[in-house]
């Protein structure tokens, strides 16, 4: 069965079973053909004969061994192995005397295996990743074809090895050099050199992970979830749309008349939009310009209640209406509202006290924003911390959750800048957090209600 050409073909010692992918349906088109089908990928196969169709089902149902697959199927088989292999179809799984030591769980169409071992020693590449998994260790990448599944610890010593770990082999050389030469197929280990250009290297491998999970990709047939998806449904209770009120006397804020207002057109807003760091501390911020601006920019306009959950609306869009931001006015210089870290509650338009402006983690958050912006000349009159409260997105989006609050994000500073400049304030958005301090001066659930940024406000000089 084990087609000759083949250059993964296993040496003594090592076996293969194969089983196709998951999700995989089969169709019998009307002019005899089979095509496959895997969540956005298809491929017509051409017109099977019985023996080809035995083969396709076995595979469907359980991994087989080449030798199984000879016995259902006879010898003249090969072709389709390699075609379902060649096409992204076969799942792989690598046996040493019956023990499975890895599996190759694709996620497209694999490059060309190489040729042999080059006896050369190659580096773990810098974008791999090694987490839990189902049954074992998942060693990944955002540049590979395919997840390779770690069911042995002998392989997983293999992988460290590569890491500049390494310690003896459990495997002799010719069942070491096949591991070496799956996982160079793989994409997970690479020539010394290879990822030291500009392409590879403007990427740190946080980043390029999180854009490639946190996007459409591959991974809807091994199980993976993706958008809004609602997987929480009748699991846990969704989150309210308004968080539980800090104790303690709330600040009242004036609301403007927005009908007396007089705006410069939004062209004109545009184009006069700038950061500005520095603030005019003899001419300060007054809580009545403070409220105008929340007012105008993040007040809530309004809530309803859809199957259960509920909504706020305001000035700006989010995606699914989930609203998770919340804002933290840290105040050093308002007329009419005393130094201290508060919250904006949005829904009565009030500030609420949450840690007085001296203590430690407000102050490690105001050096964090001196540092973030230059070490402008002026303290901020006002910095806003802002506050993602993640359940209300990731309770029905998986895998682009947080890749939507930082959507969300950027969608609120380009509102706050508009207001500010129609304003006539200084606004500056940060791109950069402190997550820990802002979890330490709050007292919120780092993983339940977390910093994303941050916004600088004042008049101008």
Same mark, same amino acid.
């Given at each position: 069965?084990? +087609?000759?050409?083949?250059?993964?073909? !296993?040496?003594?010692?090592?076996?293969?079973? $194969? /089983?196709? %992918?998951? =999700?995989? *349906?089969?169709?019998?088109?009307?002019?005899?053909?089979?095509?496959?089908?895997?969540?956005?990928?298809?491929?017509?196969?051409?017109?099977?004969?019985?023996?080809?169709?035995?083969?396709?089902?076995?595979?469907?149902?359980?991994?087989?061994?080449?030798?199984?697959?000879?016995?259902?199927?006879?010898?003249?088989?090969?072709?389709?192995?390699?075609?379902?292999?060649?096409?992204?179809?076969?799942?792989?799984?690598?046996?040493r005397d019956g023990t499975d030591l890895y599996r190759m769980q694709p996620l497209r169409p694999p490059p060309s295996p190489p040729p042999g071992?080059?006896?050369?020693?190659?580096?773990?590449?810098?974008?791999?990743?090694?987490?839990?998994?189902?049954?074992?260790?998942?060693?990944?990448?955002?540049?590979?074809?395919? +997840?390779?599944?770690?069911?042995?610890? !002998?392989?997983?010593?293999?992988?460290?090895? $590569? /890491?500049? %770990?390494? =310690?003896? *082999?459990?495997?002799?050389?010719?069942?070491?050099?096949?591991?070496?030469?799956?996982?160079?197929?793989?994409?997970?280990?690479?020539?010394?050199?290879?990822?030291?250009?500009?392409?590879?290297?403007?990427?740190?491998?946080?980043?390029?992970?999180?854009?490639?999970?946190?996007?459409?990709?591959?991974?809807?047939?091994?199980?993976?979830?993706?958008?809004?998806?609602?997987?929480?449904?009748?699991?846990?209770?969704?989150?309210?749309?308004?968080?539980?009120?800090?104790?303690?006397?709330?600040?009242?804020?004036?609301?403007?008349?927005?009908?007396?207002?007089?705006?410069?057109?939004?062209?004109?807003?545009?184009?006069?939009?700038?950061?500005?760091?520095?603030?005019?501390?003899?001419?300060?911020?007054?809580?009545?310009?403070?409220g105008e601006f929340l007012h105008r920019g993040v007040r809530v306009t309004g809530e309803t209640e859809l199957d259960g959950i509920g909504y706020?609306?305001?000035?700006?869009?989010?995606?699914?209406?989930?609203?998770?931001?919340?804002?933290?006015?840290?105040?050093?210089?308002?007329?009419?509202?005393?130094?201290?870290?508060?919250?904006?509650?949005?829904?009565?338009?009030?500030?609420?006290?949450?840690?007085?402006?001296?203590?430690?983690?407000?102050?490690?958050?105001?050096?964090?924003?001196?540092?973030?912006?230059?070490?402008?000349?002026?303290?901020?009159?006002?910095?806003?911390?802002?506050?993602?409260?993640?359940?209300?997105?990731?309770?029905?989006?998986?895998?682009?959750?947080?890749?939507?609050?930082?959507?969300?994000?950027?969608?609120?500073?380009?509102?706050?800048?508009?207001?500010?400049?129609?304003?006539?304030?200084?606004?500056?958005?940060?791109?950069?957090?402190?997550?820990?301090?802002?979890?330490?001066?709050?007292?919120?659930?780092?993983?339940?209600?977390?910093?994303?940024?941050?916004?600088?406000?004042?008049?101008?000089?």
């Open positions: 069965m084990t +087609d000759s050409t083949d250059s993964t073909a !296993a040496p003594a010692g090592f076996g293969e079973r $194969y /089983a196709l %992918r998951g =999700g995989v *349906s089969s169709v019998r088109l009307s002019d005899g053909r089979t095509s496959l089908f895997c969540d956005r990928y298809a491929e017509t196969l051409g017109v099977l004969g019985e023996a080809d169709l035995a083969i396709l089902t076995a595979l469907s149902d359980r991994p087989y061994t080449p030798a199984e697959l000879a016995e259902i199927a006879g010898p003249g088989a090969g072709w389709l192995l390699r075609a379902l292999r060649e096409g992204g179809w076969l799942v792989l799984t690598v046996t071992d080059d006896g050369g020693e190659p580096r773990l590449s810098r974008f791999a990743v090694l987490r839990a998994g189902g049954t074992g260790m998942v060693a990944e990448s955002p540049l590979a074809w395919c +997840d390779v599944e770690v069911l042995d610890p !002998a392989v997983l010593a293999e992988i460290g090895g $590569y /890491a500049g %770990r390494a =310690g003896g *082999s459990a495997f002799p050389d010719e069942l070491r050099a096949r591991v070496r030469r799956d996982l160079r197929w793989a994409g997970l280990l690479v020539d010394a050199g290879a990822e030291e250009d500009l392409r590879s290297r403007q990427w740190s491998p946080h980043e390029l992970w999180f854009h490639t999970r946190s996007t459409r990709d591959e991974r809807a047939h091994l199980g993976e979830g993706f958008a809004g998806t609602h997987w929480a449904k009748g699991v846990h209770d969704p989150l309210p749309a308004r968080p539980e009120p800090y104790p303690g006397p709330a600040v009242a804020l004036p609301e403007p008349d927005t009908e007396r207002m007089a705006d410069p057109g939004l062209t004109a807003v545009l184009a006069r939009r700038r950061s500005v760091r520095e603030h005019d501390n003899e001419r300060p911020l007054t809580a009545a310009r403070l706020a609306r305001r000035p700006y869009p989010s995606g699914g209406g989930a609203h998770e931001l919340e804002l933290y006015p840290i105040v050093s210089t308002v007329d009419g509202v005393a130094p201290g870290m508060y919250h904006y509650d949005a829904h009565e338009h009030v500030l609420r006290p949450v840690s007085p402006i001296g203590a430690p983690p407000v102050r490690r958050l105001l050096r964090h924003v001196r540092r973030a912006t230059g070490e402008p000349p002026t303290e901020p009159q006002v910095v806003f911390v802002v506050a993602a409260r993640v359940g209300r997105v990731m309770w029905k989006y998986e895998r682009m959750a947080y890749a939507l609050t930082l959507k969300h994000v950027g969608v609120l500073y380009q509102t706050l800048y508009c207001v500010a400049t129609a304003m006539e304030l200084a606004p500056c958005g940060l791109g950069t957090a402190e997550p820990a301090a802002f979890a330490e001066a709050s007292g919120r659930d780092p993983l339940i209600e977390t910093m994303v940024g941050g916004f600088l406000l004042g008049t101008r000089r």
